[in-house]
DNA sequence: TTCCAGGGGTAGA
DNA sequence: TCTACCCATGGA
């Protein structure tokens, strides 16, 4: 259980890192791309375009982090304004670039992606001036236990659940008085979860899912399981989907939205958000089985999930 | 109060 | 491979 600090706020320094972006380049559509955005240690500032998170960088050493847009549109760049205790360490400068690189996909080849959308119409079009990079989280750890606790609840009820797993098991920032300063802490490691008690995991409420992030917690924690290995482009995306299928609490929905986060969009997240839009969209309302739901979008090949996502996400616009 | 959500595990066919 | 049933929790 985390020892919250009680002498008030720590003297803090601020380091700015700026990294490069592709081009073309969307920074408020990239952070701003689904969920993740708002989901804790992450928050979205929409009035200064700013994401911001509190990111641990080993033990006792947390901080946070600000990214915003610079440069411009043939150079575009993000800059990355690190708020920290004591000194920032070239080796920790380089860590938290390489977490945002990560973040932000900025190494990730879309170029195929946005060749598609520009011969898809005009629904797809928006997304090649520089979309499709969804913001994930810096390890897949994080990104498997957000992932499972959006199953079978709406979308409050996972803010609710990651809210509550950050506020009791995550690392404190660097001010010593984080619930003062309204800033949330750091994502919680596997190895706190893992050694967490049944009362305090229960403070979280997540329900039936509590054992599945527990046995999760506890294989990676472990070694038995090494899901930043998944990020590696050698292994095949059936051999990835099948380890992803047996972590429990993890089934097609999720496997999918993980492949997704590990830059793998052959496979489609067939969720009520996705049976609700197909349907309506392409099937006159009538309820279709999943597999009759999931062809609408086989054109796409590889490409599957974002062409999904931007249909949806065009879609979305024209109801407002 | 009932239904069901950004589903999944398990047992039994 | 498919179906039925159960699973905590909390909005609507």
């Given at each position: 259980?985390?020892?919250?600090?009680?002498?008030?706020?720590?003297?803090?320094?601020?380091?700015?890192?700026?990294?490069?972006?592709p081009?073309?380049?969307?920074?408020?559509?990239?952070?701003?791309?689904?969920?993740?955005?708002?989901?804790?240690?992450?928050?979205?500032?929409?009035?200064?375009?700013?994401?911001?998170?509190?990111?641990?960088?080993?033990?006792?050493?947390?901080?946070?982090?600000?990214?915003?847009?610079?440069?411009?549109?043939?150079?575009?760049?993000?800059?990355?304004?690190?708020?920290?205790?004591?000194?920032l360490?070239?080796?920790?400068?380089a860590?938290?670039?390489?977490?945002?690189?990560?973040?932000?996909?900025?190494?990730?080849?879309?170029?195929?992606?946005?060749e598609?959308?520009?011969?898809?119409?005009?629904?797809?079009?928006?997304?090649?001036?520089?979309?499709?990079?969804?913001?994930?989280?810096?390890?897949?750890f994080?990104?498997?236990?957000?992932?499972?606790?959006?199953?079978?609840?709406?979308?409050?009820?996972?803010?609710?659940?990651?809210?509550?797993?950050?506020?009791v098991?995550?690392?404190?920032?660097?001010?010593?008085?984080?619930?003062?300063?309204?800033?949330?802490?750091a994502?919680?490691?596997?190895?706190?979860?893992?050694?967490?008690?049944?009362?305090?995991?229960?403070?979280?409420?997540?329900?039936?899912?509590?054992?599945?992030?527990?046995?999760?917690?506890?294989?990676?924690?472990?070694?038995?399981?090494?899901?930043?290995?998944?990020?590696?482009?050698?292994?095949?995306?059936e051999?990835?989907?099948?380890?992803?299928?047996?972590?429990?609490?993890?089934?097609?929905?999720?496997?999918?939205?993980?492949?997704?986060?590990?830059?793998?969009?052959?496979?489609?997240?067939?969720?009520?958000?996705?049976?609700?839009?197909?349907?309506?969209?392409?099937?006159?309302?009538?309820?279709?089985?999943?597999?009759?739901?999931?062809?609408?979008?086989?054109?796409?090949?590889?490409?599957?999930?974002?062409?999904?996502?931007?249909?949806?996400?065009?879609?979305?616009?024209?109801?407002?």
């Amino acid at each position: 259980m985390t020892q919250r600090g009680t002498m008030g706020k720590a003297t803090t320094h601020r380091t700015e890192i700026t990294t490069a972006a592709p081009v073309p380049f969307d920074f408020a559509g990239t952070v701003y791309s689904h969920g993740w955005a708002v989901l804790e240690p992450n928050r979205w500032h929409p009035d200064r375009s700013v994401l911001t998170r509190t990111e641990r960088l080993g033990p006792g050493r947390v901080v946070y982090v600000t990214l915003a847009s610079a440069g411009n549109s043939e150079k575009p760049r993000v800059r990355v304004g690190v708020e920290h205790g004591g000194e920032l360490t070239r080796q920790e400068a380089a860590t938290i670039r390489r977490s945002v690189r990560v973040m932000l996909r900025l190494d990730e080849d879309l170029r195929p992606f946005h060749e598609l959308c520009r011969r898809a119409g005009p629904r797809w079009r928006e997304a090649a001036a520089g979309l499709g990079r969804l913001i994930r989280s810096p390890t897949v750890f994080e990104d498997a236990i957000k992932t499972i606790c959006t199953t079978n609840v709406q979308w409050s009820g996972t803010k609710g659940m990651i809210q509550r797993l950050v506020q009791v098991l995550g690392e404190p920032g660097p001010l010593s008085a984080p619930a003062d300063a309204g800033l949330p802490a750091a994502f919680p490691t596997p190895e706190v979860i893992a050694a967490a008690d049944g009362s305090t995991l229960d403070q979280v409420r997540l329900g039936y899912r509590a054992p599945y992030i527990r046995e999760l917690s506890e294989r990676v924690a472990s070694g038995d399981l090494d899901l930043d290995a998944l990020r590696e482009p050698d292994a095949s995306t059936e051999e990835v989907r099948r380890i992803l299928l047996d972590i429990k609490g993890v089934g097609s929905y999720a496997a999918a939205t993980l492949l997704m986060f590990l830059g793998r969009y052959d496979y489609l997240a067939i969720d009520s958000v996705y049976r609700t839009f197909v349907t309506s969209r392409y099937f006159g309302g009538h309820a279709v089985s999943d597999s009759e739901a999931a062809g609408v979008y086989a054109d796409w090949g590889r490409w599957k999930y974002l062409g999904f996502w931007f249909d949806l996400w065009k879609g979305l616009d024209e109801e407002v």
